[in-house]
């Protein structure tokens, strides 16, 4: 027997869609799961190969503030799908967010964030950059109130910080190790 949802109540939909889902499980008992739907996302980590830095963006997360009392969260420019593809809509967020113009992203994949509750998938995406494609100042669409500082820091210390266990951010972890993984050459002490 296959698993099939029975029926479905919502409980809330605005910026984001709580339900109430009646399932028939394989094995034939009936549960009820909880599921959070704001649609998909993508997440970049924009990277400058000659100068051996990354640029990534703090801002506010209120989830975190809730649970461990962060202000603010280090971590790769990201945001909901919007029209478009994944792509189009990974350079758009990096552009609002960072103020950099990306032209080409490498597919790290695409994954769910939180499968247990949400129905998110995260498009994630690494991009080379220059100096200059740095367009604007970044800190977000207006409007948004997202309060964005844009951050530029060597990719050593980026290691460091996930080898310490610092990135508190699973998208941003992800992509630094998958950059790591794929350019550790990157990585070492920065050259002059």
Known sequence: MKAEILSLRTLHDGWTRFSLARVRLADGTEAEREIEDHGDSVGVLPYDPERRVATLVRELRVPALYAAGEQAQLEAPAGLIDDGTPEEN?????LEEAGLRLNDLEPV????SCGGISTERIHLFLAAYSAGDRVSGGGGAAGEHENIKVVEMPLSDLAGMADRC???DLKTLTLVLALRARRPDLFGANRD
């Not at 990974?90 to 990096?94: I, K, L, T, W």
């Not at 994949?109 to 769910?112: I, K, N, P, S």
Request: aromatic share 8%; glycine share 8%.
């Open 166 to 168: 610092e990135l508190a």
């Open 109 to 112: 994949g695409a994954a769910y």
């Open 90 to 94: 990974a350079r758009r967020e990096v």
